[in-house]
């Protein structure tokens, strides 16, 4: 195995010097100083390049030939077959990249992202708009480095969904779009349900507490990682060892702080629960976004705005917030947080109207690449399918268009894992249930153990050693469905609005 462990020497550097990268982003969005932007984004281009360069050298590609020989007759599910074939396919990807493409991306991003969170605090799209059509552009460069594709979305896509096409995240939209729809104008016409309590004044430092407590029984280890405040939340990784996640705490809304961390504590378990046989590797990763996501998305949705997960933790919620939600039942109180109103926010939006922001973003960016629409016109393309499809308009750009961290960091491609991340959370919870009868009543009674372990045995264990669409027929023994979440929402909203 002279071969392969010459390769794995080579490809453990390049692990090192990407986790390093994640490093100065998240320093970028947790500490950094607004005056720190430039010399930051010719650090991160300056990694990317050494990272990219050592990664995609003849020398690899020849050791990774030599490796899959040495590696074949060993059983194709273990580590080193795995780690071979997943490095091959990078490298196979990221050959087609030019080196200055990669060190221009980066830069432009880097910038791009300073200037977005300035131009979204002052609500100012046109200070934005020459660092987004930098980015299309860069986006669209790139997707000529694989043609051909079927669509000129799909080497986007792929980036994030490994295998996936565009017309295959078409037909699951076009899917559960009706129900959706369908669902959303049931709940209008039904009797809302009171949330006035959540809008009220709650300290930020009662907030963090019980974010803290919360995420800490639900199974993150602080050992292996830490919470901090960001703008936008995220997770990310320092390795192994090092998971770090961060939140936003809004006053005067008492969701956002404690489902965002949730949320990221979805994706954090996820990574802490790699075997550790990985670490170093480049597949201590998790298989896929939408994969990812439909951890944060499970963590944050089917367990943490259900009943059950109320019933444990309400009352220590009420201790904290006594003046807020004294007069506020536990029946009342699950209700208000799982009120369906369309909203602006993306990141806000209740279960019912979460998918169709996703849609709205993937028709843009499509629309974008295909040329059909220019980024100048993006706030009153973005105002008017808002209003189209779910009856509001933004009163401004930063509440429109400008929301969102993704594109100023050129992930464009990345929206529709959400959405999907979503359906697939629904297919994979009804595997847990029908093989764990018990779950409710452990989630009532604040044991998340068994939960846990069950994820981390059948999806977080793997790491990014299988492909998504093997991992999700290897649990659910099926493709991507959308029956399972648009079941589960219509029976979740039938018992909150009586229909
Ligand atoms: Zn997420």
């Not at 929301?403 to 992930?411: K, L, N, P």
Request: aromatic letters at 12%.
């Amino acid at each position: 195995m002279e071969k392969l462990n010459q390769l794995k020497n080579i490809l453990q550097e390049v692990h090192d010097i990407q986790m390093a990268q994640n490093l100065l982003e998240w320093d970028q969005s947790t500490n950094m100083p607004v005056g720190g932007a430039l010399d930051r984004s010719y650090q991160m281009g300056t990694l990317a390049k050494i990272s990219h360069e050592k990664f995609t050298s003849d020398e690899v590609g020849s050791l990774l030939d030599s490796a899959a020989k040495e590696v074949s007759s060993l059983n194709s599910d273990s580590d080193e077959p795995c780690l071979v074939k997943v490095a091959k396919k990078h490298y196979d990807r990221e050959r087609k990249v030019p080196t200055q493409w990669i060190e221009k991306f980066v830069q432009v991003t880097a910038t791009a992202q300073t200037v977005w969170e300035k131009a979204k605090a002052d609500s100012d799209f046109a200070l934005f708009e020459p660092h987004l059509t930098e980015i299309v552009n860069l986006r669209k460069e790139y997707g000529t480095y694989f043609k051909p594709y079927d669509h000129v979305y799909d080497p986007l896509l792929d980036d994030f969904e490994p295998g996936l096409k565009t017309a295959e995240v078409q037909e699951i939209f076009n899917a559960i779009r009706p129900r959706q729809v369908a669902l959303i104008d049931a709940i209008k016409k039904a009797k809302p349900v009171q949330d006035d309590f959540l809008y009220l004044n709650y300290a930020k430092d009662g907030q963090w507490q019980f974010g803290m407590n919360v995420i800490a029984k639900l199974g993150f280890n602080f050992e292996r990682g830490r919470q901090d405040v960001s703008v936008h939340p995220f997770t990310t990784s320092f390795g192994w060892g090092d998971i770090r996640i961060t939140t936003r705490i809004d006053e005067n809304y008492l969701p956002t702080a404690l489902f965002g961390s949730i949320h990221e504590t979805g994706h954090a378990m996820y990574e802490q629960n790699i075997a550790q046989s990985l670490r170093r590797t480049l597949l201590c990763d998790g298989a896929s976004m939408a994969i990812h996501e439909s951890q944060s998305r499970l963590w944050e949705n089917l367990v943490g705005r259900s009943y059950n997960f109320w019933s444990h933790f309400y009352p220590d919620l009420v201790k904290i917030f006594p003046s807020q939600l004294g007069n506020v039942d536990l029946d009342t109180f699950y209700r208000g947080i799982n009120y369906v109103k369309p909203g602006m926010i993306r990141v806000e939006a209740d279960e019912a109207t979460y998918n169709l922001h996703i849609m709205l973003r993937m028709e843009i960016e499509i629309a974008l690449l295909e040329g059909a629409i220019e980024v100048k016109d993006l706030p009153q393309i973005w105002n008017e399918k808002m209003q189209s499809y779910l009856g509001i308009t933004p009163a401004n750009d930063a509440e429109g268009v400008l929301q969102d961290v993704h594109w100023s960091g050129g992930m464009l491609g990345y929206f529709p894992t959400y959405a999907l991340g979503n359906i697939v959370s629904a297919q994979i919870w009804d595997k847990v249930a029908e093989e764990n009868p018990n779950l409710q009543d452990q989630i009532a009674n604040g044991n998340f153990k068994p939960l846990l372990k069950w994820l981390s045995e059948n999806v977080y264990q793997h790491g990014s050693k299988f492909e998504p669409k093997d991992i999700i027929k290897k649990v659910t023994g099926n493709t991507i469905q959308a029956d399972p979440y648009m079941r589960y929402l219509e029976d979740k909203y039938k018992g909150i609005y009586n229909l």
